[in-house]
């Protein structure tokens, strides 16, 4: 059963009572979302737009929009992604550039600056409100020039990738995606009930491949969601001990918090295991945690384009592997094969670094046919995977090729030092020059930049070496967490051209 039969089902069959999704300690039950769900379909059908129709969704982390979501997916509708988390100008900008025929957004979505005049005037506009009612709020109606279209057959949602290296891309995740990303991750409703006592928890954004995988997968095994706006640790600690939760996602940056908070282990003794994803997790941060809390760290490699995680680790391959393969991201998760292929796409042997390729049914191109992706990577003889950079980060310096990758590592070997990103400036006589930026350590004294350039020096080769190197209290970061290089870019030409001028 996919993914759209099973929210078809779910939203016809379960019980009125029954708790669906907690947020702020409040839950919503299965009436509740089928009462959102039945008004959002009443006003499409009002408006004309059925099966494959593109709805925009300002989607925020909030029981009322997974219901719309559910009811767009079970009714075989396209949910156009659209950010709360951008400015007002950027989402603003994103729907007039998109145009989906129906733009669906909460009351203070709505408010801000010039997103209802946006939205106006390009789509029909749905305000959602907080008890789940949907209201019309006027709106365009299109004209015959108008060459935008109005459905996305097949496609289940049209997300942005994360941007954390340039102008976020569109992509389509075809409902046969959700479906095989959902098998491949373990996400399987049991044959003999609807749905389950049991809890998951959702912080990651829901306009993000990580936080909306995880919302289905809650959906389609009838698992109570347990929904946060962000994480922040006190309130994540309490839902852990609340519903004695046995598994949670944590980034590495909430890896990081929870370790530097100090959190007694008896708070979340009830985790049996940690999932990480989204941003590569150093080894050296998921063997802390495990060995502090007794909990593995399962780190994931995916991506928005594969609708989710092709590989990653499992708690057998924990206890039989972690001491020997720990950094690497795990195996090919179930119905996803991979390769590692050199610079003529011929495949290359174990251990030899060159671009990962996958095939799955996960991707826009189906089961038979190889995806390249921009990830350096290896294999080893016992078919774990090893992330080693990505191609289209490598800085090209006077011809010789740097990866940030191996620059951050270097940095990060500085007791001082948290977090290190690394970027590449534009130069006139060498093309690209590498620069970084260090996260302090909590606790620690600031690390100096002379001592950073002194590590660089030691472990890393001449021109890799950065020619600058700023200290942050804290990196600027995506909404996923990740390190956003975009903002880091700005905050360094701007720190750059201060020291220029004094």
């Keep these: 059963m996919g993914i759209r039969e099973r929210l078809s089902r779910l939203l016809a069959e379960a019980p009125a009572d029954a708790e669906a999704i907690e947020r702020d300690e409040i839950w919503w039950t299965w009436g509740q979302l089928r009462q959102t769900a039945q008004a959002v379909i009443a006003a499409l059908e009002a408006a004309g737009l059925g099966e494959s129709a593109r709805v925009g969704v300002v989607l925020e982390n909030r029981p009322e929009h997974v219901a719309v979501v559910a009811a767009l997916i079970a009714s075989g509708r396209c949910t156009v992604t659209l950010s709360p988390l951008q400015p007002p100008a950027r989402l603003a900008a994103h729907i007039a550039r998109s145009r989906p025929p129906v733009v669906i957004a909460a009351t203070e979505a709505l408010a801000r600056p010039g997103v209802l ?112 706006p962000k994480f922040v640790l006190d309130q994540w600690i309490s839902a852990v001990e609340r519903h004695q939760l046995r598994a949670a996602s944590l980034v590495p940056a909430a890896l990081r918090t929870v370790l530097d908070a100090g959190v007694p282990a008896a708070r979340i003794a009830s985790l049996e295991v940690v999932t990480s994803g989204t941003a590569p997790c150093p080894k050296e941060l998921a063997d802390n945690f495990f060995r502090t809390y007794g909990i593995p760290v399962l780190m994931t490699y995916g991506a928005t384009e594969f609708a989710g995680a092709v590989a990653g680790w499992t708690l ?56 390249r992706t921009s990830d350096l990577a290896r294999m080893d003889p016992d078919g774990f995977l090893w992330i080693e950079g990505r191609a289209d980060d490598a800085i090209i310096r006077g011809g010789f090729k740097v990866q940030p990758e191996t620059v951050q590592r270097a940095l990060e070997k500085h007791a001082a030092v948290r977090e290190a990103a690394v970027v590449s400036l534009p130069d006139e006589r060498l093309g690209q020059v590498p620069v970084a930026a260090v996260e302090a350590t909590p606790g620690q004294p600031v690390p100096e930049v002379a001592d950073l350039l002194d590590l660089c020096r030691e472990h890393l080769l001449p021109y890799e070496v950065p020619v600058h190197i700023v200290v942050l209290d804290e990196l600027p970061r995506t909404p996923s967490s990740k390190v956003s290089r975009v903002e880091l870019l700005d905050i360094l030409r701007t720190r750059l051209a201060d020291r220029t001028t004094t």
Excluded: Y
């Design 316 to 371: 057998p391959l924990h206890r039989q592997w972690w001491d020997t393969k720990a950094g690497s991201a795990g195996r090919a998760l179930a119905g996803a094969q991979l390769r590692i292929t050199g610079d003529d796409g011929a495949q290359l042997p174990d251990g030899q670094q060159g671009r990962l390729e996958v095939r799955t049914a996960q991707t826009g191109q189906g089961e038979t046919n190889w995806v």
């Design 117 to 228: 005049d946006a939205a106006r005037e390009v789509s029909l506009v749905l305000e959602l409100r907080t008890d789940g009612s949907v209201h019309r709020s006027g709106g365009a109606t299109r004209t015959s020039d108008d060459t935008t279209p109005t459905t996305n057959p097949g496609v289940a949602v049209e997300m942005l990738t994360s941007g954390t290296t340039g102008a976020p891309k569109t992509v389509n995740l075809a409902f046969e995606q959700l479906d095989q990303a959902l098998v491949s991750g373990g996400q399987v409703p049991k044959a003999d009930r609807l749905l389950s006592r049991s809890a998951s928890l959702v912080s990651a954004p829901l306009v993000h491949i990580g936080g909306l995988w995880r919302a289905l997968a809650c959906l389609a095994t009838g698992r109570r969601m347990i929904l946060m």
